[in-house]
């Protein structure tokens, strides 16, 4: 029964999302600070924040991997996870957000919706994660509020709920006027924290009329508040915030805060509606998971079966660290647990509480915690861990297909078998990544997000391991589907060299599936293939997906229908009918006019409005199909789609058409057909 001394209610798990360079981690080194767990305010530029501790996160002035810190604010424990903004690194994002309660939304105060934070908003909303949003850098030349809200309202359609107004403009800003309980917050320079008093004459009756818009979008949502509005004509302070921390939590409303986190402006207000509007692990849903295929739900309780879900792995050159979300019961140093995927059980050595690159030991964790142990030899991110006696697999956290590769070779014929060594971990920390042989010439592949992805990974390598290696061009993973597919095409299966033989008959039809993806469906009548060998042809089926036609890439958007087929009394199985699936849907492939597909992405590129000629004519030979264009901040945003392929180097290009003053960033959006002369491997 959930009360108000139940310690989970004071904890509030969130992440940092934005788009890159909005702020986001001058934000978590913000609350850091403010909330007294570093006593020195880190700066990005300087390489010394907390959460990107990484070497290559310092250099680059960017987040690379999701880092987690504790923090005690006002009574409340916040575990928060600063994740990365580029779009190479969205997989991090995905494996955060599926184990947390909440989000922080950051957002440039000139730029307002940038690509990446659209992406991050939808991987959110695709996961529940109820979120309040921050603009940031008010203090900007051409920052404004309004204008950023706008573009939220318009470009991620939630209803945005301004709960402050800003005092001052641009380089002038000093603080904000809190709608709620109508007072202003003003930071002296170099003031760690605000002066409070009455809003300034000159805003009184701006912030009047905000208060009452307030209102009315509140009470238009809310019925407990619409009663409220209506009886008085107005809403309470205490009306308002429990409103809000109602439609925050259904996704409703968003509360819309701004501040400007660099001169450590509107951090306090941030962390006070984290605490009023998020939810704790008490208020949302039990997790779900499934157990002998029946779902099952565990409560955010101590008492209950323990089960936690591994999101990250660290595979350390001292020992593997992997972060937990524990949803349910209660974890101890030195209790053995179940990897619930693959059977066997681990033993927990060691339980930290996690701030970034250091740790403090705990004797034991519960339902709402999120952690690190040492210890587990065999669990991956995606892994549940729960009680040996209570068995449960909760979903994993999704895992993007790779569209970029590189042949990775080391230097020295010596290394080759600690380069392997080297990729395995890698692959162990990052499931993005993926390493393979290639077949024909032998090379290892090394396949990612990106090119910043795949040249993060290779630098690691380098770093981490002292080897030297060799990096072959960037290539891009091709996809193959169907132009037009046959009807009532047979194969038949024979094959007899002694003992019991192997017969299938199937006739197929293949046809292109729009939503892409791959459909199989039996419409057999009579019983002329038992259901077990229909579920057997599926099965080849999907096994002869994994090489098409044209070059042996994977082949996608098709629906195959097994409409008859035949079977011998002695020599039919479900091998035989497996075999009759792959070799006939790979025939059945040579027979159908097939497309190459490749990836596309769109692109944004930002410049100066006097190089806009220049960029459009160079979209234009990379293939690039403009979408749009506008004029934001004094500086030209165009938008196109582009095929990957021919995003190689474009940024040394862009910036050398600009003066450097050019930027672009990309964020992929599917495949489209590829031309003619594309290389078919």
Not at 262 to 270: C, F, I, K, Q
Not at 483 to 511: I, M, P, S
Not at 547 to 569: A, S, Y
């Amino acid at each position: 029964m959930r009360t108000s001394t139940n310690p989970l209610t004071t904890v509030r798990n969130l992440g940092i999302l934005a788009h890159v360079d909005a702020g986001k981690t001058t934000v978590t080194e913000r609350i850091l600070y403010t909330t007294g767990t570093t006593y020195k305010r880190g700066e990005v530029h300087d390489g010394t924040t907390v959460t990107d501790f990484d070497p290559q996160e310092r250099d680059r002035g960017i987040t690379i991997f999701a880092a987690a810190v504790s923090c005690s604010w006002d009574g409340h424990r916040i575990n928060l996870i600063d994740t990365p903004g580029h779009v190479d690194f969205a997989d991090e994002v995905e494996r955060s957000l599926r184990v947390l309660d909440g989000a922080v939304a950051v957002f440039d105060a000139v730029a307002g919706v940038e690509p990446q934070s659209e992406s991050v908003w939808r991987q959110a909303d695709r996961h529940g994660v109820p979120r309040i949003a921050f603009v940031n850098k008010m203090d900007r030349a051409g920052a404004d509020l309004d204008t950023a809200v706008a573009s939220i309202r318009e470009r991620l359609h939630p209803v945005p709920l301004v709960t402050q107004l800003p005092i001052g403009t641009e380089d002038g800003f000093t603080g904000v006027v809190d709608l709620l309980r109508m007072r202003a917050l003003v930071w002296a320079d170099g003031a760690d924290t605000p002066e409070e008093g009455p809003v300034p004459d000159a805003l009184s009756e701006e912030a009047a009329r905000r208060r009452r818009l307030l209102e009315e979008a509140v009470a238009e949502r809310h019925p407990a508040a619409l009663e409220e509005f209506c009886d008085r004509e107005t809403l309470t302070a205490a009306t308002l915030a429990a409103a809000l921390r109602d439609l925050t939590r259904t996704g409703d409303g968003v509360v819309v805060l701004c501040g400007s986190a660099y001169r450590n402006r509107g951090v306090e207000p941030l962390l006070d509606a984290v605490v009023a509007y998020l939810p704790s692990p008490l208020d949302v849903p039990p997790v779900r998971g499934t157990h002998d295929g029946a779902d099952e739900e565990r409560p955010a309780d101590p008492a209950a079966p323990m089960a936690a879900l591994a999101f990250k792995v660290n595979a350390t050159p001292t020992g593997r660290l992997t972060y937990l979300r524990v949803y349910s019961g209660t974890i101890e140093k030195g209790d053995t647990v179940r990897d619930a995927g693959t059977g066997r059980t681990e033993r927990v050595g060691r339980l930290l509480r996690v701030r970034a690159d250091r740790h403090d030991p705990l004797e034991r964790a519960v339902a709402g915690d999120i952690v690190a142990v040492i210890g587990l030899k065999g669990t991956r991110a995606g892994s549940t861990l729960c009680a040996p006696d209570a068995p449960l697999v909760l979903e994993p956290p999704g895992v993007a297909e790779p569209v970029v590769h590189v042949a990775v070779e080391a230097r020295r014929a010596t290394d080759t078998d600690r380069l392997a060594s080297a990729l395995a971990r890698l692959t162990e920390e990052d499931p993005s990544l993926a390493v393979r042989t290639d077949p024909e010439t032998g090379q290892t592949v090394l396949s990612g997000m990106g090119e910043l992805h795949l040249e993060v990974a290779v630098e690691r390598v380098r770093r981490e391991h002292g080897l030297e290696v060799t990096v072959g061009r960037p290539g891009v993973a091709y996809r193959e589907t169907i132009g037009a597919g046959v009807t009532g095409f047979v194969h038949r299966h024979v094959k007899q060299d002694g003992g019991a033989g192997q017969f299938a008959h199937v006739v197929l039809d293949v046809e292109p599936r729009e939503e892409g993806g791959f459909e199989f469906r039996s419409t057999v009548v009579g019983g002329r293939v038992p259901q077990e060998f229909v579920r057997a042809v599926e099965a080849g089926c999907r096994d002869a997906l994994a090489e098409g036609p044209l070059g042996g890439h994977p082949v996608t958007g098709l629906r195959v229908t097994l409409t008859d087929g035949q079977t011998h009394v002695k020599d039919s199985s479900d091998t035989a009918f497996r075999t009759a699936g792959r070799f006939g849907l790979r025939d059945a492939l040579r027979a159908s006019r097939m497309v190459l597909l490749e990836p596309v992405v769109e692109v944004t590129v930002t410049v100066p409005e006097d190089a806009v000629g220049g960029v459009l004519g160079d979209l234009a030979a990379r293939r690039g199909r403009v979408t749009g264009s506008e004029t934001r901040g004094g500086a030209a945003v165009v938008t196109a789609t582009v095929p990957l392929a021919e995003l190689f180097g474009y940024a040394t290009r862009l910036r050398s058409r600009t003066q450097g003053r050019g930027t672009f960033t990309a964020r992929p959006t599917g495949y489209a057909p590829a031309p003619a002369e594309a290389p078919a491997r």
